[in-house]
């Protein structure tokens, strides 16, 4: 069996590494009889956050780069369309594999069916219902399209099947992520937290001590405009920062708006707000253990503070992981970006203590059902 695996920005590489580990314990066990080739859109190239990721989860090198880069969202999905089709004429495979929501995601498997070729979305059946954001489009275009929908948690499932998807195309596998999160949890453990505030270290305040806010921002919802940045902005300097010290790792798009809407020198100034560079996967899991609170807009880190137990606030009106809020066990509640009702739930989330959540099937084995649900996959 030929199987392509696709990756294209930051949050596929935890998604794929277990998948891909899994492939090889198979081939050990049966002989080789998986043939895999990794696929990188080249979507995310920055080394910090894309080379980072493969070494510190020992993904190996991508056997084929799209080189893709940046670029509106038909430019990403265009050129990934086009290079992508080629590998699959040259390669022939029987399964293309995507996960989660990004644009690699939504190119490939279409492409994949151009081609008639199966496709398993792992990471099926999210939905934010909300159609503004661009990775609601990839999720709904990638589901409709896939052969075999594989997803973290049950309400996944139920809106698969309100969209008339037939059970045989549905498998309930749990949450890959978590699979990553459980086999490097003991690294992350013993990393020291000065240490990884010196190593990332990009701007503002160098010294460290105490208690901390861990707070992460990317989406274009938050930062894209100045209306909106620049109060989130302002509440973190004269509230967050006033009880505790802030960490925030910087994505390329904020710290470019940052920049753009003269905020970055402010927040600079500020005594005690670090800014670092993205981290690899190791430093944020550390960083996230010991955080009070976070603050954050990445779906990801949700579900990584809902095991951790870390107290989240989530700065998005809604969430295509509903199974990471508070009302359904997790660790985390919306809070948009409405400084009003922000300021509301952060005093209510900062006495909260940490309280670990397990939804079911997320313990560490879901890349395991991933594969077998390929290998034993039947059309009908
Ligand atoms: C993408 C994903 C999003 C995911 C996020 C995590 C889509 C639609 N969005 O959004 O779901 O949560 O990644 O990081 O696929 N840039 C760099 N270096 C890089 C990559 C990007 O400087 O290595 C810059 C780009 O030039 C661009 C900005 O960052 O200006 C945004 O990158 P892009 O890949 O378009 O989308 P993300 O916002 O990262």
Same mark, same amino acid.
Request: hydrophobic share 40%; aromatic share 6%.
């Given at each position: ?65 799209? !080189? ?6 038909? #430019?990403? =999905? &265009?050129?990934? @369309? +086009?290079?992508?089709? %080629?590998?699959? *004429? ?72 309100? !969209? ?6 549905? #498998?309930? =596998? &749990?949450?890959? @992520? +978590?699979?990553?999160? %459980?086999?490097? *949890? ?72 940052? !920049? ?121």
């Amino acid at each position: 069996m030929k199987i392509i695996s696709v990756v294209g920005a930051r949050p596929n590489f935890m998604k794929i590494a277990p998948f891909i580990k899994e492939i090889a314990k198979y081939n050990k066990a049966y002989n080789n009889k998986i043939h895999h080739i990794l696929v990188h859109t080249g979507q995310h190239y920055d080394d910090r956050m894309s080379k980072a990721f493969f070494q510190a989860l020992g993904i190996p090198e991508a056997d084929i780069n799209l !080189e893709i880069g940046s670029g509106t969202h038909a #430019e990403q =999905v &265009g050129h990934t @369309m +086009i290079r992508f089709e %080629e590998v699959i *004429r040259n390669e022939k495979p029987d399964w293309v594999v995507v996960v989660g929501d990004v644009n690699a995601t939504l190119a490939c498997s279409v492409t994949a069916k151009k081609e008639w070729i199966k496709c398993c979305h792992i990471e099926a059946g999210l939905r934010s219902n909300d159609i503004t954001m661009p990775e609601e489009v990839n999720r709904l275009v990638t589901d409709r399209l896939s052969d075999l929908l594989l997803t973290p948690d049950r309400l996944s499932i139920e809106n698969l099947k309100k !969209e008339g998807v037939k059970s045989n195309r549905i #498998e309930f =596998v &749990g949450n890959i @992520m +978590i699979d990553t999160l %459980e086999a490097n *949890r003991s690294v992350a453990t013993s990393l020291n937290i000065s240490e990884i505030i010196k190593r990332n270290y990009k701007s503002g305040c160098e010294e460290f001590s105490g208690e901390f806010a861990l707070m992460t921002l990317h989406r274009p919802s938050n930062v894209d405009s100045r209306e909106i940045f620049e109060p989130i902005i302002r509440f973190i300097l004269d509230v967050v920062a006033n009880d505790f010290h802030v960490i925030w790792p910087i994505h390329p798009r904020a710290l470019k708006l940052l !920049e753009e809407f003269s905020l970055l020198s402010i927040v600079n100034k500020h005594p005690r707000i670090t800014l670092l560079n993205p981290l690899n996967y190791h430093d944020m899991l550390r960083l996230n253990m010991d955080a009070k609170i976070m603050l954050t807009d990445s779906g990801g880190l949700q579900e990584e503070c809902t095991i951790l137990g870390t107290p989240c606030l989530t700065l998005r009106w809604n969430t295509e992981r509903p199974i990471t809020l508070r009302e359904h066990g997790g660790a985390s509640v919306l809070v948009g970006n409405n400084i009003e009702r922000i300021s509301k739930e952060y005093l209510n989330t900062i006495n909260l203590e940490q309280k670990s959540q397990r939804p079911e099937l997320w313990d560490g084995n879901t890349a395991d059902r991933c594969l077998d649900a390929i290998i034993n996959f039947k059309s009908e």
